[in-house]
């Protein structure tokens, strides 16, 4: 169990307010600690492990403040002793340490981050640890070949299942410093610190940085949440910031109050910096906090003092928008464990008694802290209202941290009014890719064959410092592949429409044979392979019912676009389809002269000799894919060479005469149709043809024609022969009833020559066939 009580009396409950009649009160003082323990289940011989700074630090996990992600986030003091939590502090803990086998004399962490809800990776003593909290364990880093000291990494915060978002949350650097870029070692991990691999530096890459003869002790690196932009740095003795990843750097200033009249910080320095979402917290060597607002021009207030402060265990955090919490941890009177002080300030109030202003109402979009998608060629709306103060003409601002990828355009609309009578504006966001704006040269633009992400944020610069509750909107922008857009197959009719194949016997485990003679198992269509039949199971759960093809009829693929569960249009694209089982014996119905090329055409047999271990589910995709309308392309020394990408033109596929399954992927490799890797598997069955003849041609045509001749005279002479030996009971009923030995001779002649006809169209499809 938990519990927290008051602070009583304790002198830094109180932050005094210069020039005021009093001190101003924390708004909520707490003892936090735990009367029941779980068992320690820790090893028996444990390294305690400690920091190597002189004054401590605490870090959150940068989404903690995204309710979205849940309440359990993992949370770490960092101090004489190490503490982490999954609860923000709210309980006892036990300081961190680490199996003797693992690290022995002592344990001395140099750098931490966050790599999951509930698992950190340190550098401790020069080599890189993943600890679990849950369970406690330690997991030793791979790849790490020399001593490093510090660690790097930014988290993707927002709600969707983006794989570039995860993949910027499991992105870890580790590296040493005080070396020039030449010498450095930096490794990095895309595993979330499980294993490293070194990053190679070219020379050429050393003018990128700015290296210094003599750098600080120790330079903080904070980055601020939802991918805006805003870097912090800030040592013992400077404090800058960033709003565009780093391009420009500036000083924080500082805006003067009747009580606080400098317009920069103490000569003392700087002890401690915290940062939210959208604030910053100052801590100063000699016990002044100053608040503010992270913005474009960040600019911070003085809120108080508080002598008291032990600047050797205190540390600051944000746990809500406008409180700011000090604590600091005491060792328990009833364990061996350490309790926490909690002091959260209200930063509104102190704020208020400020006299700073606020000119903004309402500033709000249903677009914060979301996720979207923008594919190639597509774009994105996004709209914000707010409400300036009456007499102010507070403006909001557009501002993208990836301006390479991310281009825009808005205005403001001016919507009605509020139930005050004041103004209400829209601020109408339009978004696209860089790339085909048209709003930039194509060298300032990002490339096209991976997608790149960027924020989008609307603040109001202007707005003033009072502004406490009117926070920032940011939203992240991918373009990229949205993650539910794919190709469907279209269906018309499939053979289980028609009877030839039932549906209860595909799904009933059903196999097929495909002939020794007709697949490749290297997809090259090589030709008299010495193998045996291949025999496959049909997969029903994911093919369905094949389509219905004609052999005789040239075809194609109907290929659609969909995404979140519906239809969008039919894909216009350029695709290319291979046999998966390496059948090879269909064709292209047109040639590279057909479709007007300008180069040699691309085609499978080639792609796949390039690579180690042919493979068409690679070898053949969007990422290498030349048109042959390009002028720049190889020469087309072979015009008659059979064109094999489909779409966007009249080419087909042609089939032999030959019945039976294939089972084909279509992938589409237009660079310019969209980010997604698009690609469909389906099965077709082409009917319709003879059964394949193993005999010598002109034998079997010699054979027909004496097999017709034969026919006819038996047409003919049989019916004569058959009435003339007639059974006297036949010919006593031909006397009286003549008719019927009428109409049975009418009938049987019509028969013999409706067979006869039959025999000829028959024997005509076939001699059609063989020219």
């Known amino acids: 169990m938990d519990m927290a009580l008051p602070w009583l009396a304790a002198p830094w409950l109180w932050l005094c307010w210069l020039g005021s009649s009093g001190c101003l009160r924390?708004?909520?003082?707490?003892?936090?600690?735990?009367?029941?323990?779980?068992?320690?289940?820790?090893?028996?011989?444990?390294?305690?492990?400690?920091?190597?700074?002189?004054?401590?630090?605490l870090l959150q996990h940068p989404c903690s403040q995204y309710h979205f992600w849940g309440k359990q986030k993992i949370s770490v003091y960092l101090g004489k002793d190490v503490f982490i939590s999954m609860t923000t502090f709210e309980s006892s803990l036990s300081p961190l340490s680490i199996p003797e086998e693992l690290e022995a004399k002592e344990a001395v962490v140099s750098a931490i981050a966050f790599v999951h809800t509930d698992r950190v990776s340190m550098v401790i003593n020069g080599r890189v640890y993943l600890y679990f909290k849950s369970p406690d364990r330690w997991v030793p880093s791979a790849g790490v070949s020399s001593s490093v000291s510090e660690l790097s990494n930014i988290h993707c915060c927002y709600t969707g299942e983006d794989s570039q978002c995860k993949m910027v949350s499991w992105t870890l650097f580790a590296y040493d410093t005080g070396h020039s870029v030449s010498d450095s070692h930096i490794f990095l991990s895309k595993d979330g610190g499980y294993t490293f691999t070194r990053v190679q530096i070219s020379t050429g890459d050393s003018a990128i940085f700015h290296l210094l003869s003599k750098g600080p002790a120790k330079l903080w690196s904070i980055h601020s949440l939802g991918l805006r932009g805003f870097i912090i740095l800030w040592t013992t003795d400077i404090l800058l910031i960033s709003s565009n990843n780093g391009l420009i750097m500036d000083e924080v200033t500082v805006m003067p109050t009747k009580k606080f009249q400098n317009t920069t910080f103490p000569d003392s320095g700087f002890s401690l910096v915290t940062v939210s979402r959208s604030e910053i917290a100052v801590l100063t060597q000699d016990r002044q906090i100053f608040y503010g607002s992270l913005s474009l021009v960040t600019t911070v207030v003085y809120i108080a003092t508080d002598k008291s402060i032990d600047l050797n265990t205190t540390v600051m955090l944000f746990e809500e928008r406008g409180w700011l919490t000090l604590l600091s941890p005491v060792i328990s009177n009833f364990s061996q464990l350490y309790d926490f002080k909690k002091c959260k300030f209200n930063l509104q109030l102190a704020i208020w008694r400020s006299q700073q202003s606020c000119d903004v109402e309402i500033l709000e979009g249903d677009f914060q802290n979301k996720i979207y998608y923008i594919d190639m060629h597509e774009n994105l709306t996004l709209n914000a209202t707010f409400v300036p103060k009456p007499g102010k003409r507070s403006i909001p601002l557009v501002t993208v941290s990836n301006p390479h990828v991310l281009a825009f355009s808005a205005k403001i609309l001016e919507i009605g009014f509020t139930y005050d009578g004041n103004t209400k504006y829209l601020l109408h966001i339009d978004l696209q890719q860089q790339y085909f704006s048209g709003f930039a040269e194509r060298d300032f633009c990002d490339g096209l064959l991976d997608g790149e992400i960027s924020t989008v944020t609307v603040d109001i610069p202007d707005k003033g410092i009072g502004c406490v509750d009117v926070a920032p909107l940011t939203a992240l922008v991918a373009v990229s592949c949205p993650p539910t857009k794919h190709i469907r197959i279209f269906k018309n009719i499939t053979a289980c429409d028609k009877g030839l194949i039932q549906e209860a016997v595909l799904k009933n485990n059903f196999s097929y044979t495909i002939s020794y003679e007709i697949y490749d198992p290297q997809f090259l269509a090589r030709p008299n392979i010495q193998q045996d039949n291949l025999q496959i199971k049909y997969d029903f759960k994911n093919l369905g019912c094949p389509l219905l093809v004609y052999y005789k009829n040239p075809w194609v693929p109907i290929l659609e676009l969909w995404e979140n569960g519906a239809f969008q249009k039919h894909v216009s694209a350029e695709f290319v389809m291979f046999e998966i089982n390496g059948m090879h014996n269909y064709n292209y119905l047109l040639t590279a002269s057909d479709v007007n090329c300008f180069s040699q055409p691309q085609n499978w047999t080639a792609l796949l000799k390039e690579q180690e271990s042919p493979d068409p589910h690679t070898a053949w995709t969007r990422r290498n894919y030349m048109s042959c309308k390009n002028r720049n392309g190889p020469e087309l020394k072979w015009p008659s060479v059979k064109y094999q990408v489909l779409g966007g033109g009249k080419n087909k596929i042609i089939f032999p005469p030959y019945n039976g399954l294939y089972v084909f992927k279509a992938i589409i490799v237009d660079t310019f149709y969209s980010y997604c890797d698009l690609s469909i598997?389906?099965?077709?069955?082409?009917?319709?043809?003879?059964?394949?003849?193993?005999?010598?041609?002109?034998?079997?045509l010699i054979s027909l024609l004496i097999l017709i001749l034969l026919l006819i005279l038996t047409g003919y002479f049989l019916p004569h022969l058959s009435l003339k030996k007639?059974?006297?009971?036949?010919?006593?009923?031909?006397?009286?009833?003549?008719?019927?030995?009428?109409?049975?001779?009418?009938?049987?002649?019509?028969?013999?020559k409706q067979y006869n006809m039959l025999i000829y169209s028959k024997l005509y499809g076939r001699l059609k066939d063989s020219e």
């Open 726 to 752: 007639i059974h006297p009971k036949i010919s006593e009923t031909k006397k009286k009833f003549p008719w019927i030995m009428s109409f049975l001779r009418t009938s049987f002649q019509l028969h013999a």
């Open 26 to 57: 924390c708004g909520d003082e707490r003892l936090v600690y735990s009367i029941t323990f779980a068992k320690d289940a820790k090893a028996a011989r444990c390294t305690q492990v400690s920091y190597n700074r002189t004054k401590p630090i």
């Open 681 to 700: 598997t389906f099965s077709i069955y082409v009917y319709g043809a003879f059964p394949r003849s193993y005999l010598n041609f002109q034998a079997t």
